[in-house]
């Protein structure tokens, strides 16, 4: 097979947001891909699971300013044909409160973010705090505010929202993005828009020499009912690989891994496979590096991979990837108020036997808290997590029935 690393794309930009104020239509925008393709998402009319799309941006060889950008080969304007700029992956995570879990797994594979803010409500909304908090503690620092729906207000209602916003961000890591105003649903400022990302979002610089560490958001099996055993194919990995590089044939190790029992105790094991064929998009490639969503077809049992099974597990070469925690001493640092929710709560100090949400890399875990010290608390995890010492862990806690963003910690 010929080698087609070139038409990967090279950045992953993740889509955040309140719960209905655009991402997924944005996404379809900027891609021609509805992201919301589960059928409970489709019935209910949200994002539930992590959406992908993958698109090329071009720049018309003709036309000047903002209007020469766009993601069609050809120029609408003056007809001409337009420069490929770069392909570039989508993740479209879920603003729905419920579902944070989801988005903060989805923000450990983004290389930067689209903030959406309605225009029509005011700002910010609870999960727009949330999603900017988690943003903020996984290390995303380069944020373009995107004030979608300015077809439903006036100009002066937009300049209200606008001023809100500005106020808003003050002291985050979002007081100096940019902020754009368009219309998702009109098509209004799409080409402002990309004009802004290839502007504020350059390529990240990647490291191929490093060990291959890959975060599973996605597992499946692509076998329809009724398919003769022998056509059978292995099971699908989907997400992004977020160090070195990957290639058909490969071996590799899948933690935490299998959930099984043995003498009457719940036990991880690890899995070994091989890849056996690369996706990006609808294209094949022989050798996968860092930058845009992937998937790995596999030799996996397919019922092992079904409706996500192994999300949160990471993958890499057999004995190079980080060890696996049953349990945790975290130094914990909190915040001053609870995030997302609609009241002004303190977070109060974390205490012995609470349940608490932990998020690592794309990994979700509850866990309970056993001990406490000056500086630090010990968590047994209900899940094991294979996560580095040096990441950075973000812990929520049951409030209000949901469990809401309180702060990160990092392992002692």
């Known amino acids: 097979m010929k080698s087609k690393v070139n038409i990967q794309p090279v950045i992953n930009i993740g889509l955040v947001g309140h719960v209905d104020h655009g991402k997924t239509t944005i996404t379809e925008r900027l891609s021609g891909k509805w992201a919301d393709t589960h059928s409970e998402e489709k019935k209910r009319g949200i994002t539930i699971r992590l959406g992908y799309a993958n698109t090329t941006f071009y720049k018309c060889t003709k036309c000047k300013g903002p209007e020469a950008y766009t993601i069609d080969p050809q120029c609408k304007h003056c007809n001409s044909p337009a420069k490929e700029l770069r392909k570039v992956s989508l993740v479209d995570a879920p603003g729905h409160e419920t579902l944070m879990a989801t988005m903060m797994s989805g923000s450990a594979i983004m290389d930067c973010a689209l903030l959406l803010v309605a225009a029509n409500e005011s700002c910010p909304q609870p999960q727009t705090k949330e999603h900017l908090m988690a943003l903020e503690i996984s290390g995303i620092k380069k944020i373009i505010i995107v004030q979608n729906k300015i077809d439903l207000v006036s100009k002066e209602e937009a300049l209200e929202n606008y001023n809100q916003i500005k106020e808003f961000v003050k002291g985050t890591v979002a007081e100096k993005s940019p902020i754009i105003p368009i219309s998702a649903q009109l098509g209004l400022n799409i080409d402002l828009l990309i004009e802004a990302i290839e502007t504020e979002f350059p390529t990240p610089v990647r490291d191929l020499k490093k060990d291959p560490l890959m975060f599973i958001a996605r597992s499946f099996d692509v076998n329809k009912p ?3 055993i022998k056509e059978l194919v292995g099971g699908v990995l989907g997400g992004s690989l977020v160090a070195g590089k990957l290639k058909v044939g490969d071996k590799i190790e899948i933690r935490p891994g299998l959930k099984l029992e043995k003498e009457g105790k719940v036990v991880w094991q690890p899995i070994i496979s091989t ?138």
């Open 226 to 228: 009724g398919t003769n």
């Open 275 to 412: 890849i056996v064929g690369i996706m990006t998009g609808s294209d094949k490639i022989d050798e996968v590096v860092p930058g845009g969503s992937i998937a790995l077809l596999t030799e996996l049992d397919p019922s092992i991979v079904k409706s996500d099974s192994l999300a949160g597990n990471v993958v890499g070469h057999p004995e190079k990837l980080p060890p696996v925690w049953n349990e945790l001493t975290l130094k914990p640092h909190l915040l001053d108020r609870v995030v997302g929710s609609s009241k002004e709560l303190t977070v109060e100090p974390i205490k012995v036997n609470e349940p608490l949400m932990l998020n690592a890399n794309a990994s979700v875990t509850t866990g309970i808290v056993t001990s406490i010290s000056k500086d630090s608390f010990k968590i047994t995890l209900k899940r094991p997590i294979c996560t580095s010492k040096e990441s950075k862990i973000s812990i929520s806690r049951l409030m209000e029935h949901r469990f809401r963003l309180i702060g990160y910690a990092t392992i002692v």
